[in-house]
């Protein structure tokens, strides 16, 4: 157990709809990071959150979004569904942020299927 | 274009003896490596890591050798369990730019009793 929590674990939603994907991140951790795995592209980062604050932006579609709450659990919304966000999407935490070496402990995802 | 490739899709050792993933990078520009090892229906799960001053770094069964010349790294697993099957990725962070980890694509690894 990594100490990250995601829930949920299933979300089987239909094409136009939004879903709000949740994460938990390790006790005293401040860095949270969302990836997405889908088959054809591997693991990729989406986006990451240290304190509150967006740090960093990856492959991220204008139809995602990402916040950080002041207790530093994150949400990621995905809007306007296609068949082709269906992925496992996992969020990540660290204690650091910029300019430290901390591994990165991962939940144990959110699957999402968009029919 | 991927900065972080691992050729071989899957791998498959007996077990006690060595496993060896292999995984290449482009961007030289990377300066901390990581292995993570993946099980079905669970989330990454952190084995072990080198920063790019190092060429070797060494935890129990684990150990991580770095070749920045040849932009190469490799994970070799001594002595190999059942319990080591599963999918390894390798990753790459760069210090200054949010740590955020570029992954490989993963190999397969099924040991076999």
């Known amino acids: 157990d990594s100490g990250v929590t995601q829930t949920p674990k299933h979300l089987i939603t239909a094409t136009g709809q939004r879903v709000t994907l949740r994460c938990s991140p390790r006790s005293g951790d401040l860095s949270v990071y969302w990836y997405q795995q889908s088959l054809d592209q591997g693991l990729q980062f989406l986006i990451q959150y240290y304190n509150g604050e967006e740090r960093a932006k990856g492959n991220i579609l204008e139809r995602f979004s990402a916040q950080q709450f002041p207790d530093l659990h994150s949400e990621l919304n995905l809007s306007s569904l296609e068949l082709g966000d269906s992925a496992l999407y996992f969020c990540?935490?660290?204690?650091?942020?910029?300019?430290?070496?901390?591994?990165?402990?991962f939940g144990p995802g959110t699957r999402l299927t968009v029919l | 274009d991927q900065q972080v490739k691992q050729n071989s899709p899957s791998l498959s050792v007996q077990e006690g003896r060595i496993s060896i993933l292999n995984c290449d990078y482009t961007?030289?520009?990377?300066?901390?490596f990581l292995w993570y090892k993946k099980y079905p229906a669970e989330g990454p799960t952190f084995l072990i890591s080198?920063?790019?001053?190092?060429d070797k770094n060494e935890d129990g069964r684990f150990t991580v050798f770095l070749n920045k010349s040849a932009k190469h790294l490799s994970l070799h697993i001594v002595p190999s369990q059942p319990g080591d099957s599963a999918v390894y990725f390798c990753?790459?962070?760069?210090?200054?730019?949010?740590?955020?980890?570029?992954f490989g694509g993963g190999t397969r690894l099924m040991v076999k009793p």
């Open positions: 080198i920063s790019s001053i190092k």
């Open positions: 961007n030289s520009m990377f300066d901390y």
């Open positions: 990753a790459a962070s760069l210090y200054n730019a949010g740590n955020m980890l570029t």
């Open positions: 990540a935490s660290t204690l650091g942020g910029t300019g430290a070496y901390n591994e990165q402990f």
